[in-house]
């Protein structure tokens, strides 16, 4: 079993939209195989940076991210990239939470 890198601490760059849909489809391409779900989280998150983009991210597009990726929990054996995956989402979600007036965080 290898052990997992640590991970650098996410910048702007990290969580910018291209960046973002590049590793969801990532994830999804790799592992998407034998955890289905991670396709439609990958939908779930184009769907979410097309409402960044917009200015217009809702707590349904948060809620629907959270759902796909089973509240942020990383499967056992998770690489980097889908841990990467994860934190960055989990992170955006807390972001997007406090610019959301009256949204669940």
Do not use: W
Request: hydrophobic content about 40%.
């Amino acid at each position: 079993m290898s052990i997992p890198l640590p991970l650098a601490p996410l910048t702007p760059s990290t969580l910018d939209g291209p960046a973002l849909r590049a590793l969801a489809a990532k994830v999804a391409r790799v592992h998407g195989g034998h955890t289905p779900s991670l396709h439609e989280l990958h939908a779930a998150v184009e769907r979410l940076v097309d409402g960044m983009e917009g200015k217009h991210p809702t707590a349904a597009l948060r809620a629907e991210v959270r759902t796909h990726a089973h509240d942020f929990a990383l499967p056992e054996g998770a690489c980097n990239s889908y841990r990467r995956l994860y934190q960055t989402l989990e992170e955006l979600d807390r972001a997007l939470a406090v610019e959301e007036p009256g949204s669940p965080a």
